[in-house]
């Protein structure tokens, strides 16, 4: 998924005395699209999951679960690792430990559901110690004044990432197609066995071969020569405050639940939406076909975050979020109660007004918070293990009402995120 980058500690680069920051800046915005691509993945990898091992959409959901469960385990130990090895020797570390999940895929295919569950848990902490190490270096790879226009592009590249996987996840995981249940109960145990193995298999290549891409990128990021990044000191009592004192700041407090509702509900219809469009009152594709809109609407993200910051230069941050979650409410009610080409280009379209939700929440809710900022940063950060727990919830109310219903779930999580917009429209963001 996008993109959900950790707040790093707070870091100054010691600048090399010579030597262009090119290659390095290609290597870490090759980083950015991969974890990108890492984590759109799985939303063409849970239907394809559900259907080879029967899943419920409860148990599908376990893999988001362990996914985005990483982020909240491993977010404050991957700290403590890069204080002790370094940020670039923590990149390394990241990439490694990434690489080793996804090769799990490959005994996975032959082993069953659980160890797919533990190859995304490992492949998600990789990703949460890359992450944490990996994006101090945008700001140091070149002049600081120019650093927020290198973020855009490293940003675009982590929302190219969500937009392709989704495609080539389609043409290489999806393209064989699944057997329906009706033809499934026709087959002997030992057929079955056969079948679920062949079609669990069609993970191995394309996981072995982002394995291997990961390990490159690991040799390279060891052997570039990057600026050292050395933690800044904090000034006297600015890390005094505890986490009730972070909390008391309301709009922190707020924040964090926004933050934990948004990234719950964009994951929860990511995770649905093949099947969604798969259901035959609405589009009826096969899983296949149905990558393609996830692309889409990946797509749409990546369009919004550059419309949305022309557009915030004018209209209030506040403003601006309660107005994309006031017509992402519309959208998901419209997918909800209708059928065919309306409600399937209306979900799709949800990622368009999702573009702008998560940087706006984050920045609004550490807005003037002073010394307590590093404390509320790791509070939002936490608050990414959403995304594990509101599946979860929608899941359960796809299997005992309906997978249409079940989008009010995501529908409730933006209705929370329609009242902080509007509760701190007027609120004053520095640029």
Not at 47 to 54: G, S
Not at 350 to 369: D, E, H, Q
Request: net charge neutral; with cysteine.
């Amino acid at each position: 998924m996008e993109h959900y980058s950790q707040t790093a500690p707070a870091a100054s680069g010691q600048s090399q005395a010579a030597g262009s920051y090119t290659g390095p800046l290609v290597i870490v915005t090759i980083l950015f699209f991969m974890w990108g691509l890492l984590t759109s993945l799985n939303d063409v990898l849970i239907p394809h999951l559900k259907a080879v091992y029967t899943l419920t959409y409860v148990q599908a959901m376990l893999v988001q679960f362990c996914f985005f469960g990483a982020y909240f385990i491993v977010s404050l130990p991957a700290g403590i690792l890069i204080k002790k090895i370094g940020y670039q020797n923590g990149a390394v570390a990241g990439l490694t430990i990434a690489a080793a999940g996804c090769a799990l895929f490959y005994p996975a295919a032959t082993s069953g559901y659980t160890l797919f569950l533990i190859a995304f848990f490992v492949l998600a902490g990789g990703i949460t110690i890359l992450q944490v190490a990996a994006n101090p270096y945008v700001a140091v790879l070149g002049d600081a004044r120019t650093a927020s226009s290198r973020l855009t592009l490293t940003q675009a590249f982590n929302s190219l990432g969500t937009t392709v996987a989704p495609f080539l996840g389609g043409m290489l995981i999806l393209a064989g197609g699944v057997m329906s249940a009706a033809d499934l109960a026709q087959l002997g145990p030992d057929q079955l066995k056969a079948y679920n193995a062949a079609q669990a298999s069609s993970v191995q290549g394309p996981y072995l071969a982002l394995a291997g891409a990961l390990l490159v990128l690991a040799i390279l990021f060891s052997l570039a020569r990057l600026p050292k990044i050395v933690d800044a000191e904090p000034e006297p009592g600015a890390d005094e405050g505890g986490l009730l004192d972070v909390l008391k700041h309301r709009h922190l407090a707020l924040g964090a639940v926004a933050i934990f509702l948004y990234v719950g509900g964009e994951v929860s219809i990511g995770s649905f939406l093949i099947n969604f469009l798969g259901e035959p009152h609405v589009a009826g594709l096969s899983a296949a076909d149905a990558a393609h809109y996830v692309g889409y609407y990946w797509f749409g993200a990546m369009i919004g975050r550059f419309v949305g910051f022309v557009v915030m230069q004018k209209v209030s941050p506040g403003k601006a979020l309660a107005f994309n979650a006031s017509v992402v409410i519309l959208l998901v009610l419209t997918a909800i109660f209708s059928h065919g080409d309306v409600a399937k280009w209306s979900i799709v379209a949800v990622g368009l007004f999702n573009s702008i939700m998560f940087p706006t929440i984050f920045s609004m809710a550490l807005n003037k918070l002073g010394p307590l900022t590093g404390q509320g940063s790791g509070v939002l950060c936490m608050a990414i293990v959403g995304g594990a727990l509101v599946p979860f919830a929608q899941g359960l109310l796809a299997d005992t009402i309906s997978l249409q219903l079940s989008f009010f779930v995501p529908a409730a999580c933006y209705l929370f995120i329609l009242y902080f917009g509007v509760k701190y429209a007027n609120m004053y963001t520095t640029k």
